[in-house]
């Protein structure tokens, strides 16, 4: 199990234009098995944190590190899902799910067939040999998600992964995400600009600042709401108070618009 540690980042974008102070000297923690949201106003720089935990990007100042070693380029251990498939429409499903397998030299009889029982997991037996076009956004979001776990990555980056998705279909999803990571032990970060979601699916929900993007501040969900099904965690008792709390901080962070 992974461990995040954000130690200090600072990141500047150069371009020919202007040099863009997109984050200013960030330090957080993520535990092992923790899940954790980031949510702040569009631009406060939560893809710029997602690509350099993935290795994607350097920090012009401070450091990432995943279990206590600094990350210089994307590892296996990390999956990353984003807000589209981007799935192949020349393979099969099977094909599109294994692909990560196939690039990291992983592909094995055993591997697939784990990759055939995550794809049942996710209610999508006998969709193996069909080809995306086939399959509704929600089924390809679910084939998606098997991509990103067949590679059994400890830490998964979650990059908007249901935004374009229809309500219930995210609903569903959300709850067999949260199952699927907590059932593994999986560390996890998802961005989202969809406060409830972020409460509903999260250990704690960090809220971010823009212009430079600093760390507002940081919410602990409790664990009434924590430790029953995000579809379920809206209606406990608590949940719209968080929400107007966090809601709250958004505002002011410039968050709601
Ligand atoms: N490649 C780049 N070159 C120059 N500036 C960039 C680049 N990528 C991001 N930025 C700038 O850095 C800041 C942070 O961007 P980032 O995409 O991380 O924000 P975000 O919070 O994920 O935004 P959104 O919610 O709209 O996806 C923004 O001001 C953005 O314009």
């Not at 997109?22 to 954790?36: N, P």
Request: net charge negative.
């Amino acid at each position: 199990m992974t461990r995040i540690e954000l130690d200090q980042i600072t990141h500047v974008y150069v371009t020919e234009r202007e040099a863009k102070l997109a984050l200013d000297s960030i330090s957080m923690e993520v535990e092992a098995g923790e899940f954790v949201s980031l949510v702040g106003p569009s631009g406060c720089g939560k893809t710029t944190i997602l690509s350099m935990i993935a290795g994607l990007l350097q920090p012009t100042k401070g450091e990432v590190r995943l279990a206590g070693e600094k990350v210089t380029s994307p590892s296996s251990q990390v999956g990353y899902m984003l807000q589209q498939d981007y799935l192949y429409p020349w393979r099969t499903i099977l094909a599109n799910a294994s692909i990560g397998l196939e690039l990291t030299g992983q592909l094995s009889e055993a591997s697939l067939l784990a990759t055939r029982d995550l794809l049942a997991e996710m209610g999508l037996a006998g969709t193996e040999d069909a080809y995306p076009q086939a399959l509704s956004g929600g089924m390809r979001q679910r084939v998606a998600l098997v991509r990103t776990l067949a590679t059994n990555p400890d830490l998964l980056l979650l990059d908007e992964p249901f935004s374009a998705l229809d309500y219930q279909t995210k609903l569903q999803l959300e709850d067999l995400i949260s199952d699927t990571l907590k059932k593994q032990g999986k560390t996890a970060i998802l961005v989202t600009h969809d406060l409830s979601e972020a409460i509903a699916v999260s250990d704690r929900v960090i809220v971010l600042d823009k212009n430079p993007g600093r760390i507002r501040k940081t919410f602990e969900v409790p664990a009434s709401i924590r430790d029953v099904q995000p579809f379920h965690a809206r209606e406990q008792q608590g949940f719209n108070d968080l929400f107007n709390e966090i809601w709250g901080e958004l505002d002011d962070s410039g968050g709601k618009r």
